[in-house]
């Protein structure tokens, strides 16, 4: 079955930096397009950011651009999420999302937590 497993979430001060990932398995995951949500407590899960399935194409929250960079290695089928300049408004749990291009299904992770705080 689909299994999707981020990892790297943790307690950061502000203006610090996390490396979330997504390890993928039980599809074939150069055929997916990856995003990441996060969802703070109260409220609606927000998308991050988007890569296409080559990576070539990229896509930001506006709140996020230019602080996180979203990439994928298809060799690992991993997708990553660099956060940089953490701020408290960032903290949220982090999911990983995959959709397959032409495809209905969305799969999930179980998601990580991210806490900014000093």
């Known amino acids: 079955q689909v299994q999707l497993v981020e990892s790297g979430g943790g307690l950061v001060q502000p203006g610090g930096s996390l490396r979330l990932s997504c390890a993928a398995s039980?599809?074939?995951?150069?055929?997916?397009?990856m995003r990441w949500y996060r969802q703070a407590p109260g409220k609606e899960r927000e998308l991050v950011a988007l890569?296409?399935?080559?990576?070539?194409?990229?896509n930001y929250a506006n709140t996020v651009k230019g602080r996180f960079t979203i990439s994928r290695d298809n060799a690992k089928n991993t997708v990553y999420l660099q956060m940089n300049s953490l701020q408290p408004e960032d903290t949220a749990v982090y999911y990983c999302?995959?959709?397959?291009?032409?495809?209905?299904?969305?799969?999930w992770g179980q998601g990580t937590q991210v806490t900014v705080s000093s």
């Open positions: 999302n995959a959709v397959r291009v032409g495809g209905l299904n969305a799969y």
């Open positions: 039980g599809l074939t995951f150069s055929m997916h397009v």
């Open positions: 890569i296409s399935t080559t990576g070539g194409d990229t």
